[in-house]
């Protein structure tokens, strides 16, 4: 059998926004083959099934997501600065028409009791995205740009479920400008 020829990346960031418009369970196959231009059998070669599509999608998730982190970083003058920028950037997709959700969340809101490997993917995930934090507050502490008395590893596990909380608010559909206000007072905390 010879091997399928196409696009990886556009395939999973395709598939990504599939499982996020309408949830792992709710995507058929149909959906997967109308939003990555793959047969069913081309995706079965490729990842095995529907699941497998959804821990590559996961992977390149994480990928993206991560160098996205890194270059919000690149590009701030201090680390507040650059956890602002994360913040902004978090306010700026919920407040878009196009995705209000992560792929993370939706997935793990999905399919946490119900796959132990998913669950297991996406706590790593979340994880290593807290550990992202806590190294750059370290940072911060160490140029007095927060208090040495702050607990860093506790304000980066606060920064990612103000991230996700926020993330969950937009979909209440807030008055314009509520996201930003919340993004300040989640800096405040941090600094103060």
């Known amino acids: 059998m010879r091997n399928a020829e196409f696009d990886r990346e556009h395939v999973l ?15 058929s196959m149909q959906d997967l083959k109308k939003a990555t231009g793959l047969h069913p059998g081309s995706i079965y070669c490729a990842f095995d099934n529907k699941r497998g599509l959804l821990l590559a999608a996961l992977e390149q998730y994480r990928s993206e997501r991560s160098e996205q982190f890194h270059e919000l970083f690149l590009e701030s003058t201090s680390v507040l600065s ?15 028409e196009n995705i209000k959700d992560c792929l993370l969340q939706k997935a793990l809101s999905e399919l946490s009791q119900q796959d132990e490997e998913v669950e297991a993917v996406i706590s790593s995930m ?3 995205w807290q550990d992202a934090f806590e190294a750059k507050l370290t940072v911060a502490q160490k140029n007095q740009e927060i208090s040495s008395t702050k607990n860093c590893a506790e304000l980066a596990q606060y920064l990612v479920m103000s991230i996700y909380g926020l993330r969950t608010l937009s979909h209440t559909k807030p008055a314009p400008g509520t996201l930003k206000n919340l993004t300040q007072m989640i800096m405040c905390s941090i600094k103060n």
């Open 82 to 96: 650059g956890i602002e920028a994360c913040l902004d950037h978090v306010v700026e997709e919920c407040e878009s």
């Open 126 to 128: 979340l994880k290593e």
């Open 13 to 27: 960031r395709s598939a990504m926004e599939a499982f996020i418009a309408k949830g792992y369970s709710q995507t």
